[in-house]
């Protein structure tokens, strides 16, 4: 399995924007399609973002898209996750994931699908 381990996280003011990194080790990131999820107190963990092992495909959530953009150098064994307009909602631990890529349009947006994951990064939102 691939190893994940997200940074990046931190509080912001709702409206700004953060950037979430998400560096892959043990094996090549682009044999993985990989996604990014969040998980407020209390709540279920959220699907948000998945691009595809190249990069080619992605797939959002309706609540992030047009805000979120999901974005990979598989060269650098790196994928980020751009977060623009955060909204006071927001607020939970975010998570990247990654499942072996068994096709190039693979997107999978459960989390039952991911077999790896990272530990989260927490991101505080402020109103």
């Known amino acids: 399995q691939v190893q994940l381990v997200e940074s990046g996280g931190g509080l912001v003011q709702a409206g700004n924007s953060l950037r979430l990194s998400c560096a892959t080790s043990?094996?090549?990131?682009?044999?993985?399609?990989m996604g990014w999820f969040r998980q407020a107190p209390g709540k279920e963990r959220e699907f948000l973002a998945t691009?595809?092992?190249?990069?080619?495909?992605?797939k959002y959530a309706d609540s992030v898209k047009g805000r979120f953009s999901v974005f990979r150098d598989n060269a650098k064994n790196t994928l980020w996750l751009q977060m623009n307009n955060l909204k006071p909602d927001g607020a939970a631990r975010y998570y990247c994931?990654?499942?072996?890529?068994?096709?190039?349009?693979?997107?999978?947006?459960?989390?039952?699908?991911?077999?790896?994951w990272g530990q989260g990064n927490q991101v505080p939102v402020s109103s």
């Open positions: 994931a990654g499942t072996g890529a068994s096709k190039k349009n693979l997107i999978p947006k459960r989390d039952y699908a991911y077999e790896s």
């Open positions: 043990g094996r090549a990131s682009s044999d993985y399609a």
């Open positions: 691009s595809s092992a190249n990069g080619d495909y992605t």
